[in-house]
């Protein structure tokens, strides 16, 4: 892969591309508290298929810049961020996938930014608004989001995630997969990102600006109908998530004009690494 610091939106972003110039376009968008990485097992799926593949570290993660402040960490910059790349890779429509927080950034792109849009693929997160509205309503989701909740404690957090080499973050990250989901090589390079001047509180303050967004959700929410995705969407979705119940799938296919679903039985959150070889498949038939 080719590594590039792209200037986006105000911001320098980390990016890895490969695959033909000219192909079409997937930008793949990774969650936390992942980077590029974690997309090792689809990039040579895709490049195979012929797609070009681009892939940024988000901001505030790994090699980015990590602005300083929660309210830099607005999802709906992080789009902008997003459009940046099309922008500068002369991308006018692009097929864009994404996971966990990288999934609600590429929810937010086809909500505000559709022209840019060929096709969307979201793995194992809901859309915004219903997943907001899930928190606000359903204790359940409540329960498996209390993460959401300790994140927005500023510098214990970061004490606690980091000490003894981010060994709780790790363990995070592990038990909410299955025992072969994370390697002890993989572990490896998640540390050495974590491990970047300013990344960890970087990729907390995403969760920080969305609790205070929520804020505004709740006093505004019946003045806020849900938002309509318009583009063609697939969502693939691993039944054994710990932090998000698949229940909010059914709701967010009713958002989209033209949306499907795949179920994965046995797949954690971590679909992508638990059913990599399907997960390719699907992706790869959808975009073509």
């Known amino acids: 892969m080719q590594s590039h610091f792209i200037q986006t939106n105000g911001i320098t972003l980390h990016v890895q591309t490969d695959g033909p110039e000219n192909g079409p376009s997937v930008i793949l968008l990774h969650g936390f508290p992942e980077f590029h990485y974690g997309w090792r097992k689809q990039i040579p799926a895709l490049v195979e298929a012929g797609f070009r593949v681009i892939v940024p570290d988000?901001?505030?993660?790994?090699?980015?810049?990590?602005?300083?402040?929660?309210?830099?960490?607005?999802?709906?910059?992080?789009?902008?961020?997003?459009v940046g790349l099309f922008d500068h890779y002369g991308v006018e429509k692009a097929y864009l996938v994404g996971h966990d927080w990288g999934a609600a950034v590429a929810w937010?792109?086809?909500?505000n930014h559709p022209s840019r849009l060929e096709k969307l693929?979201?793995?194992?997160?809901?859309?915004?608004?219903?997943?907001?509205?899930?928190?606000?309503?359903?204790?359940?989701?409540?329960?498996?989001?209390?993460?959401?909740?300790?994140?927005?404690?500023?510098?214990l957090v970061e004490w606690v995630l980091s000490r003894n080499n981010f060994r709780n973050l790790a363990r995070m990250l592990v038990g909410s997969g299955k025992k072969s989901t994370f390697t002890q090589d993989d572990l490896a390079e998640y540390k050495?990102?974590?491990s970047q001047p300013g990344a960890l509180t970087g990729m907390l303050n995403w969760y920080r600006n969305i609790f205070r967004g929520s804020l505004k959700f709740i006093?505004?929410?019946?003045?806020?109908?849900?938002?309509?995705?318009?583009?063609?969407?697939?969502?693939?979705?691993?039944?054994?998530?710990?932090?998000?119940?698949?229940?909010?799938?059914?709701?967010?296919?009713?958002?989209c004009d033209d949306g499907s679903v795949?179920?994965?039985?046995?797949?954690?959150?971590w679909v992508q690494h638990d059913e990599a070889t399907e997960v390719n498949k699907h992706l790869i038939d959808f975009l073509r």
């Open 58 to 82: 988000q901001r505030g993660y790994n090699l980015s810049d990590k602005p300083r402040g929660v309210a830099a960490y607005n999802v709906d910059e992080l789009a902008k961020d997003i």
């Open 192 to 194: 050495k990102s974590w």
């Open 262 to 269: 795949v179920f994965f039985e046995h797949a954690t959150h």
């Open 219 to 255: 006093f505004k929410r019946d003045k806020m109908p849900p938002r309509r995705v318009t583009v063609p969407t697939l969502i693939l979705w691993g039944k054994n998530d710990l932090a998000l119940g698949h229940e909010m799938v059914e709701p967010s296919l009713a958002l």
């Open 108 to 111: 937010t792109v086809a909500v």
């Open 121 to 155: 693929a979201i793995l194992n997160v809901p859309h915004p608004d219903v997943m907001m509205r899930f928190i606000l309503a359903n204790p359940e989701q409540r329960k498996k989001s209390w993460y959401v909740f300790f994140f927005q404690i500023p510098w």
